[in-house]
């Protein structure tokens, strides 16, 4: 393959780094021109890994990319790409061993899309295990810790998520800033740890230091706006992943792992 034209679609873009430059070069190369469309479409794929991103969902290519001041050189529609993206020798569907992964029209990067499958495949093993149903106790712990929907009658999803936390071992809460998912949280451990009827292993995490502050500082302020009663048990110190794993600097490696477990409740 020339440079020529792989150049002329990665280098006019500042948005790409170095290391995202260079996985589109080594990715053309195997793919042999197969694809003209491969090296902007591989150096996006890199470029959205650094982003935070496990893929590249093709559908939403002009979303990722807006406000960043750039011209698409290509045409984005998504059932056109995966049957250009189809041909190349370069990428490969789920099983198979291949620089790039196209799966349920997204673009992944095969490590990541190992990774993911993993961790998604533990989740959806822990989310499927119920619970043992709570007895009549729950309901008078619920309605002290939400007031107000206990006395309008209306659907409060806050309290649907601790409802769902007494049945299900994995719970996930999304929303944006302010919307109450400390709030929640501190409501779940206070409703869990009050059933338990005694102190329960808990760990607080978050993916940053700084994040780990912020969940400190969020759950203790929560817990002033509590039932003293209800709060006892309920712990105030959070860390960060790493740390609570155990991440050893020497070798990359974990103290933790499916081999030795965390020895937590919750």
Known sequence: MSSRPFYKQILPH???????????AIIARIDREQCDRLPFLAA???????QGHTCLPLTEVRNLLSGQDMEIPIDMDADSLTA??????AIGRPGEIRPLILDNNSLYLYRLFCAEKVVAGLLAQRAATISLPPGPEAL??????????AKTGEIDWQRAS??????RRIVVITGGAGTGKTYTAA???????SLARKPLRIALAAPTGKAALRLQESIRLAKTKLPQSLTEFIPDQAQTIHRLLGFQYHDSDFLHNSANPLHLDL
């Open 162 to 167: 601790a409802v769902l936390a007494l049945f």
């Open 140 to 149: 008078p712990i619920l309605n002290e810790l939400f007031l107000d929907s």
């Open 84 to 89: 250009s993206l189809s041909a190349s020798p």
């Open 187 to 193: 409501r779940i451990l206070a409703l869990l740890t």
């Open 44 to 50: 996006l794929t890199s470029w959205a890994a650094g």
């Open 14 to 24: 500042r948005l790409f780094r170095p290391i995202d430059v260079q996985a589109a």
